[in-house]
C-alpha cells in the first residue's frame, strides 16, 4: 500500500503558508505544533485531557518505546493508536537524536549505532533499517529517518561526514520503508498501513552542507522533509538564517519540518521562513519546572510574588487552568509538590502554544501575519524565569 | 449565625440508613465516601477531573493548610473553596490525628500539643482552640473538633486518660466554636458563616470508654458525631464490633461519620452497622502504588501478567481510565514513571469507592442492601496485592 499524505497550501502571506497536511489518521492544519509524548503519554497528562487541547498531531518517541514496552508488543497490541486509546495523528520520530545523546554509551559505524539502554544497560543497535521496521510496528503516521545528528559546534569537516553519512542512510532506510510498503517482509506487521516517511536535511550551520542535504534527500525522495540539527545551542540569529536558507529550497507542495524547536518566538519566526510543523519538549517541560508561558512572556509561578494573587496565570487565556485556578492556588500546588501542578501547567503550557498556531493560522488566512508578528514581539519580551 | 446542618433519614434497611445531609455548600448523599484532598488537592488529580467523578464532599487536612499556604492566607484569599475552585461541600479533619503522629517530635500537655513542622522544624502548637479558628478562617463545611487518638494497642488506663482529655477539650473547642459564631472574636474571619462541627467519640476498643466518650461528648453537643480512634491496626472483626456499639449510641437524627476506613469491604460492613459517612486514603495512596480496586478484588497493574492484556481494569467499570485503556497500557504508564498513571489509577480507584457507594445507596432504597452485601461479599475478595 502507498505512503498516505496529502499536503495543500490554502493560503500563503508574507513567507508564512497556511495548509491542510492529510495524514492516515487525520488532517493537520499547519502551521502546527505537535506536543511531545515521548513514551507514548504527554508527561503530567491524560489522554481525555490531550483531546481537551485538541492538538491535530502529537509526537512519540522511536527509541523509548522500542526500549519499553518494545514495538513487537506494541505491535501485537494493535498498534500505537489503539494502545494509547489515540486516534488522531501521531508522528514518530527516529531515535537517532536520542541514541547520539548517549555519548560515551553508544558507538557509530557505517551500519548504524551500537550503543547501551539507559535503562538496563542493555547492548542494543539501530539501524536505518532497523528503525523503519520498529516505526512500521509502531503505526504511525509519519515515520523519520534514521539520521545523525551532529553536536554545535562543529567544524566542517565534522558535520560534512556525519551529512554524507545521514544521506547514505537515507537512501537504506527508504529502499527499507519501500519494500516494507510493497510486502517485502511480511515478519513486519504495519498497523498504519498509509504511513508516511519524512527525510531529515542535516548540515548543521554550514550553507553548503544544508545544500548538499537538501540536494541528496531530494533525490532520494520522501513524501516531505524535516530540518534537523538546530536548536542544540548555536544562537537564534543564526538558526533562524539557517532555517531561511534551507526552507526555501525544500519543495513546496510538501510540508516543512522544523524538528525539536522551540521558543513561542521560535515558532513565529519560522513560520515566517515558511515552515509548518514544530515539535518541542519546552512547554511541557517548563510546565513541570514551573515554568508557566504567557501572552507577556514566561512567568516563574515559584515566585513568591505569586503567594496570594488571585489572577489567572495569563488573563487573557481561556485554558482549563486559567479558567478555574489563581496564581495563588498553582503556587501552593508546586510549592507543596502536588502532582496536579504538572498537569494544570502543562495544559495551559500546551494550550499556549497550540493557541499561538491558531492565531498564527488566522493571520495567514487574513493577510495579516506580518502585523501579528510585529504585535506578538511587542507583548511577548522573552526573559529568563526570575528564580 | 448559626451552623448549618440538615440531615433527612429518607430510608432504612436491615441497619443501614439512606440520609441526605444539607451543608452549606450542598447536599451530601449518605452513606458516602469523602475522598481526602490533603493539601487542597486530591493527589493526581485536577478539580477538573474530581469534577468529573462528582463526590458531594471531599475532606482536606487542616495540619496540613496551616502549616502551608496558611489559614490566615487562606481566608484573604476568600477560604478554601474559592482558594481551591471547588464550590462544593468541604470537611477539614481536626488536624489532631496528624500532630499525634508526629510522635518523637510532639508534646503533649492539657492546654494543647506543641510540635514541630515537618516541613522546616519550626516550633508550632495546635489547641482544641486554635483548631476552631484555623477551620473558620478554611471556611470549611464540616469543622472536626481537636481530639488525641491513642496508638493500638493501649493500655486501658492509657486509653480512659487520653479519652478523657478528648472530653475536656471538646468542651473547649465547642465554646470556641459558639463563641465565634456569635461573634465573640472579630480577628477570625468565617468565610462560611454555615460551619457546622462535629465531635468525635474516642474509647479505643474498650467498649466501657466508648460508652463514656459518647455520653460525654453528646452532653456537650454537636452538629454530628464521628467515630475516631479505628482503623489504627486492630483487627477488621474488633473495629466491626466497636462500629457497631458505638453507632447505635448515636443520635439517629444526626450523621454518623467513621474516620480514616476503609477498604471496600469496611464501607459496607460500616454501612451495615449504621455509619453514614467515610474518608480514607487508601484508594488515592494505592493508585499512586499501582493497586487498583476492582468488583472482583484488587489488582496490582504491575504484575508482568498484564504486559499485554488489552481488557479494562474492571471490565464493569464505566470510569474514565476504564472506558479509553487497557490494563496493557496502565502497566506501561505505571512501568515508565509517568506522572499519568498516578492520575488515571486515581481515577478508576475513587470511581469505584464512590460507584461503590452509590450501589450502596440503592439498595438501602430499595430494600434490597442485605442480598447486596452478600453478592459484594461474593464478588469482592480481598487479598493483598500480588506484588
Not at 512500521?136 to 503516521?141: H, M, T
Request: glycine content about 10%; some cysteine.
Amino acid at each position: 500500500m502507498s505512503a498516505h499524505l496529502r499536503f495543500t497550501v490554502v493560503a500563503e502571506d508574507a513567507g508564512a503558508r497556511r495548509g491542510q497536511l492529510e495524514l492516515a489518521h487525520g488532517v493537520v492544519e499547519t502551521p502546527a505544533f505537535m506536543p511531545v509524548g515521548t513514551r507514548g503519554a504527554i508527561k503530567a497528562l491524560t489522554i481525555d485531557q490531550i483531546d481537551t487541547l485538541a492538538p491535530d498531531i502529537i509526537l512519540a518517541n522511536t527509541y523509548h518505546l522500542h526500549l519499553r514496552p518494545g514495538d513487537e508488543r506494541i505491535a501485537r497490541l494493535g498498534g500505537l493508536h489503539a494502545f494509547m486509546g489515540w486516534q488522531r495523528p501521531i508522528l514518530t520520530d527516529s531515535g537517532g537524536y536520542q541514541v547520539f545523546s548517549l555519548a560515551d554509551r553508544r558507538r557509530i559505524s557505517e551500519e548504524g549505532v551500537r550503543f547501551q539502554s539507559h535503562l538496563d544497560g542493555q547492548s542494543l543497535s539501530l539501524t536505518p533499517e532497523s528503525v523503519v521496521d520498529i516505526q512500521a510496528r509502531l503505526g504511525s503516521d509519519v515515520a523519520m529517518i534514521f539520521d545523525e545528528c551532529p553536536a554545535w559546534p562543529a567544524t566542517e569537516d565534522e558535520v560534512a561526514a556525519s551529512t554524507d553519512r545521514t544521506l547514505r542512510w537515507a537512501r537504506r532506510g527508504r529502499d527499507r520503508f519501500l519494500g516494507l510498503a510493497a510486502g517485502a517482509d511480511a515478519g513486519v506487521p504495519r498497523p498504519t498501513p498509509g504511513q508516511a516517511q519524512f527525510g531529515i536535511i542535516q548540515g548543521g550551520t554550514y550553507k553548503r552542507l544544508r545544500d548538499r542535504s537538501v540536494a541528496g534527500t531530494i533525490a532520494v525522495g520522501f513524501e516531505a522533509y524535516a530540518i534537523g540539527g538546530l536548536s542544540v545551542g548555536e544562537p537564534a540569529d543564526l538558526m533562524y538564517d539557517i532555517v531561511a536558507h534551507t526552507s526555501a529550497q525544500l519543495p513546496s507542495d510538501r510540508p516543512r519540518y522544523l524538528m525539536g524547536t522551540g521558543t513561542p518566538v521560535d515558532l513565529v519566526e519560522s513560520v515566517a521562513r515558511g515552515i509548518d510543523l514544530f515539535d518541542c519538549v519546552l512547554p511541557t517541560r517548563n510546565a513541570r519546572n514551573g515554568q508557566l508561558f504567557t501572552r507577556r512572556g514566561p512567568l516563574s509561578i515559584k515566585n513568591a510574588r505569586y503567594a496570594e494573587d488571585l489572577s489567572p496565570p495569563d488573563p487573557d487565556c481561556a485554558c482549563p487552568t486559567c479558567r478555574r485556578h489563581s496564581r495563588a492556588y498553582l503556587r501552593h500546588l508546586f510549592m507543596s509538590g502536588e502532582m496536579s501542578a504538572g498537569a494544570l501547567n502543562t495544559l495551559h503550557n500546551l494550550h499556549f502554544y497550540l493557541d499561538t498556531m491558531r492565531a498564527i493560522r488566522k493571520a495567514i488566512v487574513f493577510g495579516t501575519f506580518s502585523s501579528f508578528r510585529r504585535a506578538f514581539h511587542e507583548a511577548y519580551s522573552f526573559q529568563p524565569s526570575a528564580s
